[in-house]
Every structure is written in structure tokens, then in C-alpha cells.
Nanobody
Framework: QVQLIESGGGLVQAGGSLRLSCAAS????????MGWFRQVPGKEREFVAGIIWSDGNTYYGDFVKGRFTISGDNAKNTVHLQMNSLKPEDTAVYYCAARALSRKSAFGTYYPISVANEYDYWGQGTQVTVSL
């Protein structure tokens, strides 16, 4: 069984920074890409950022506007999210996600990276709270 373990969440003041990390453990799995989503109560899970290992391309939700940076290591199945200039509206539970390499896509190497059900593995989430 594959587990994704997130770390780095917490409480920060507006304008501050946090770095989230996610690592895969358990059964060895090859992934095509990894990403971060977030969710607040009563709302759907929202795409934050994603990375595709084959070319290193990164993608971000529109609200990020240059504040966040995703990075990672394909060989280690680890991904990080550096979040700067945090705002109270960034408060949410942040989830790490991974897409299995074995899962086929109509788009070849690529897949709808911002769509939650395109991912096969999920972490349990880490709370990020941004205060005024």
C-alpha cells in the first residue's frame, strides 16, 4: 500500500511563509506526477500546484499568482510546496496527491493535472492556517 505523508503545515501570520513537504512510503510506486490540492469545509477540493516528472513542467492554480513554488524529486517520490506571501484566504487543509505511472492517459505523458480524480494516491492532509 502506498502512503503519502505530508508535513510542514501550521499557523502563520498573513504575509508569512510555509513549506509543505510530501513523501511516499510503503509499496514502491512509480509516479507520472505529483500535486497539491486544498480544501475548506463546504467547498470542493481545489487545485494548488502540480508537477509532471518527464519534463519538469509545473502548473499552478490561478489564485497562486507567483506566490507558491512546487518542486520535488521523482526518484524519491517527494514533492514540496513553498508558499510565500500567505493570505488568510489560503487557510485550508492541504493535500498531497500522486498519479501512478501505470495509469494511462488519452494525452500520453500529460493528464488533466488540475483535476482531483486524475490522481491515484492521496495524503491525509495538513492544516494551514493564516491569521491576520
Amino acid at each position: 500500500q502506498v502512503q503519502l505523508i505530508e508535513s510542514g503545515g501550521g499557523l502563520v501570520q498573513a504575509g508569512g511563509s510555509l513549506r509543505l513537504s510530501c513523501a511516499a512510503s510503503g509499496r514502491t510506486v512509480s509516479t507520472r506526477g505529483m500535486g497539491w490540492f486544498r480544501q475548506v469545509p463546504g467547498k470542493e477540493r481545489e487545485f494548488v500546484a502540480g508537477i509532471i516528472w518527464s519534463d519538469g513542467n509545473t502548473y499552478y492554480g490561478d489564485f497562486v499568482k507567483g506566490r507558491f513554488t512546487i518542486s520535488g524529486d521523482n526518484a524519491k517520490n517527494t514533492v514540496h510546496l513553498q508558499m510565500n506571501s500567505l493570505k488568510p484566504e489560503d487557510t485550508a487543509v492541504y493535500y498531497c496527491a500522486a498519479r501512478a505511472l501505470s495509469r494511462k492517459s488519452a494525452f500520453g505523458t500529460y493528464y488533466p493535472i488540475s483535476v482531483a480524480n486524475e490522481y491515484d494516491y492521496w495524503g491525509q492532509g495538513t492544516q494551514v492556517t493564516v491569521s491576520l
